[in-house]
């Protein structure tokens, strides 16, 4: 059971390398389910890479049958692990759910099953055979029906995972260049690695290894740096339940970590944003606004007005604060919705301004109240002073009122008796008047 080293595992070597740096730092975020399922994938590209460096190694043809049994644990694993992952990664996760995890798993199940049992059978591979004829040893074989069908099983869930990928793409945020060249790198290594060992495309001795645990632990790796260090995509399907592209209130949304995952287009107005701020700390993005800097971190609803000055124009929004939670009531971020309130304040300003205005307007009116000293013989009123005043001057004096002098009935009668007896007759005069009296 001699062991065979050559040059050309290189590539398997640093699969285990890369994938066990990305199980390490994925167990940090074990808490997190992009982080257990990163974790579970970077163990099954350890196991898959591992193993695979010895059943290349090794030149006996029952130890490389037990060991190539064996890779299928974490080729399987691989399969739907990397599905879960770009769920995860893209939110979509209708795909991560216990029943769905269960439902997915079926096939590679059946493929334990089939390859331990596979010398009743023949499904999986028949016709085996150790070719020596490279620099190391290698299982001939020729491959039976149920390879195939595992085999077109994975490649639709790579598609389906590719079409996660391309459709993040495609839909806002819109991301940097070099996160758009980042994700589709991630969704063309595993499919170029397969089929370049599959249908044996590569030059000799080349053809003889399988670089896909290799070409999965590169787009692992990238795909783990991308979430892990800027946490840019877990959030967005969730604020984008709450997010219509064309609403015109402005809308800003940030990641668990405080960087900014996706805005809308009233709030790249609002904040005059000429470039893209993706995984910008907040603080940066919000530094035209006056606001309560422990606003960040609320983990409830919260509620306060801000003002924003641009180019010495003062706006004043209704900023609320919504923590957004994912299906396991974790917070994964913060939704900030901004109502612009500028014209209804300075209204309410316009109107405490005149109401201040007609207090002070009232306070001034002169007005006459309590007791007022008067001569019972001339009638005069004796003011503050104590001086005696004629009546008209004192009313005149302490109000608003103006007179206009006529002269009443009794005094006509006594002072105009012809004229009092003229109008009486003409009616203008209601000769009653005195007998009520």
Same mark, same amino acid.
């Given at each position: 059971?001699?062991?065979?080293?050559?040059?050309?595992?290189?590539?398997?070597?640093?699969?285990?390398?890369?994938?066990?740096?990305?199980?390490?730092?994925? =167990?940090?975020? &074990?808490?997190?389910?992009?982080?257990?399922?990163?974790?579970? *994938?970077?163990?099954?590209?350890? #196991?898959?890479?591992?193993?695979?460096?010895?059943?290349?190694?090794?030149?006996?043809?029952?130890?490389?049958?037990?060991?190539?049994? *064996?890779?299928?644990?974490?080729?399987?694993?691989?399969?739907?692990?990397?599905?879960?992952?770009?769920?995860?990664?893209?939110?979509?996760?209708?795909? $991560?759910?216990?029943?769905?995890?269960? *439902?997915?798993?079926?096939?590679?199940?059946?493929?334990?099953?089939?390859?331990?049992?596979?010398?009743?059978?023949?499904?999986?591979?028949?016709?085996? +055979?150790?070719?020596?004829?490279?620099?190391?040893?290698?299982?001939?074989?020729?491959?039976?029906?149920?390879? #195939?069908?595992?085999? +077109?099983?994975?490649?639709?869930?790579?598609?389906?995972?590719?079409?996660?990928?391309?459709?993040?793409?495609?839909?806002?945020?819109?991301?940097?260049?070099?996160?758009?060249?980042?994700?589709?790198?991630?969704?063309?290594?595993?499919?170029?690695?397969?089929?370049?060992?599959?249908?044996?495309?590569?030059? /000799?001795? =080349?053809?003889? $290894?399988?670089?896909?645990?290799?070409?999965?632990?590169?787009?692992?790796?990238?795909?783990?740096?991308?979430?892990? &260090?800027?946490?840019?995509?877990?959030?967005?399907?969730?604020?984008?339940?709450?997010?219509?592209?064309?609403?015109?209130?402005?809308?800003?949304?940030?990641? !668990?970590?405080?960087?900014?995952?996706?805005?809308?287009?009233?709030?790249?107005?609002?904040?005059?944003?000429?470039?893209?701020?993706?995984?910008?700390?907040?603080?940066?993005?919000?530094?035209?606004?006056?606001?309560?800097?422990?606003?960040?971190?609320?983990?409830?609803?919260?509620?306060?007005?801000?003002?924003?000055?641009?180019?010495?124009?003062?706006?004043?929004?209704?900023?609320?604060?919504?923590?957004?939670?994912?299906?396991?009531?974790?917070? &994964?971020?913060?939704?900030?919705?901004?109502?612009?309130?500028?014209?209804?304040?300075?209204?309410?300003?316009?109107?405490?301004?005149?109401?201040?205005?007609?207090?002070?307007?009232?306070?001034? $009116?002169?007005?006459?109240?309590?007791?007022?000293?008067?001569? +019972?013989?001339?009638?005069?009123?004796?003011?503050?002073?104590?001086? =005696?005043?004629?009546?008209?001057?004192?009313?005149?004096?302490?109000?608003?009122?103006?007179?206009?002098? !006529?002269?009443?009935?009794?005094?006509? &009668?006594?002072?105009?008796?012809?004229?009092? /007896? +003229?109008? $009486?007759?003409?009616?203008?005069?209601?000769?009653?008047?005195?007998?009520?009296?």
């Amino acid at each position: 059971m001699n062991f065979t080293f050559s040059i050309y595992f290189t590539p398997l070597i640093l699969a285990v390398i890369l994938s066990s740096i990305v199980m390490i730092y994925s =167990w940090r975020y &074990r808490r997190e389910a992009h982080g257990q399922a990163f974790f579970i *994938l970077a163990l099954a590209g350890v #196991w898959w890479a591992f193993l695979n460096i010895f059943d290349y190694g090794f030149n006996t043809l029952p130890v490389k049958l037990f060991l190539a049994k *064996l890779e299928y644990f974490g080729i399987e694993t691989v399969i739907v692990g990397w599905l879960c992952v770009v769920a995860n990664f893209t939110g979509q996760t209708k795909w $991560v759910t216990r029943r769905s995890v269960l *439902l997915l798993s079926i096939i590679p199940i059946l493929t334990f099953i089939v390859i331990w049992t596979n010398r009743w059978h023949g499904l999986m591979y028949y016709n085996i +055979s150790l070719d020596t004829n490279g620099p190391f040893s290698v299982i001939k074989k020729t491959y039976g029906t149920w390879f #195939w069908i595992t085999f +077109s099983y994975s490649n639709v869930l790579m598609i389906i995972s590719s079409m996660m990928l391309i459709q993040r793409l495609t839909h806002p945020p819109k991301l940097r260049k070099s996160q758009i060249i980042s994700l589709m790198v991630c969704a063309l290594i595993p499919w170029v690695g397969n089929y370049l060992f599959v249908f044996k495309l590569m030059p /000799e001795p =080349w053809s003889r $290894v399988d670089l896909t645990s290799a070409c999965l632990s590169i787009s692992g790796a990238v795909m783990a740096f991308g979430l892990f &260090r800027f946490q840019i995509m877990e959030v967005i399907p969730i604020a984008r339940d709450y997010i219509l592209e064309d609403i015109s209130d402005a809308i800003l949304v940030l990641d !668990g970590h405080n960087r900014v995952a996706d805005y809308n287009p009233a709030c790249r107005a609002m904040l005059q944003i000429d470039k893209i701020i993706i995984a910008q700390p907040v603080e940066e993005v919000m530094m035209p606004l006056v606001f309560r800097p422990e606003l960040i971190e609320e983990i409830k609803t919260a509620r306060e007005e801000v003002t924003l000055t641009i180019d010495k124009e003062t706006k004043i929004y209704d900023l609320r604060i919504r923590p957004l939670f994912d299906q396991k009531q974790k917070l &994964r971020g913060r939704l900030f919705h901004f109502h612009d309130v500028t014209e209804k304040r300075l209204a309410e300003m316009q109107l405490e301004k005149t109401v201040a205005e007609l207090r002070q307007a009232l306070t001034e $009116v002169k007005a006459l109240s309590g007791l007022l000293p008067i001569c +019972s013989s001339c009638k005069k009123i004796r003011d503050d002073n104590g001086y =005696w005043n004629e009546v008209e001057a004192y009313i005149r004096q302490h109000s608003e009122a103006e007179f206009s002098h !006529g002269i009443c009935p009794d005094c006509m &009668r006594k002072l105009y008796p012809e004229q009092y /007896e +003229s109008l $009486v007759k003409k009616g203008k005069i209601d000769q009653n008047y005195h007998n009520n009296e």
